[in-house]
């Protein structure tokens, strides 16, 4: 498969092109592992960040990537909440113990077993990638691939921030404009 790969950190002020094109085996799901096709694989300041050492993977070279959307290639013998062909999409969270408090209250961003996508585990800068099945999400036909690629990340911030503040959002209509409540990411969207 084709993947771009961080093989160093750099200044991106001094080499515009810090990524490698490069040809490596795809991976291979294993327990509760899916294979993404990847289809599409948005751009974050996260990846900056990684680039420049600001929040540098433990190991190189790295495949970035984590707002990834694709279809489901191949399974894992203990995966079961997916079939092949699925529209699927990896966010930031890789993987996390899914036993501490903080995974056991829906915050596996501060377990301490915590990976990320593109950064601890490879990305969504190739071809195919693998990911537990716990951390895929289904993407409905309402986005295109394109579309549905960044509300993995800012989609999801967006979503988490209303969804912890318990706001009630309304369907209004009125002359300055229409606050939507959008069912797959908390944006809002003014229409004039």
Known sequence: MKAMILEKICSLQ??????TLVEMAPPVPHGEDLLVKVSACGVCHTELDEIEGRTPPPTLPMI???QVVGRVHGMGPDTHRYTLGDRVGVAWIFSACGTCRFCSDGYENLCEGFQATGRDAHGGYAEYMTVSERFVYRIPDLFSDMEAAPLLCAGAIGYRSLHLTNLAIRKETSDQGCLLELDYASHLWLEK
């Open 14 to 19: 001094e080499n515009t092109s810090p990524l």
């Open 64 to 66: 970035p990537g984590h």
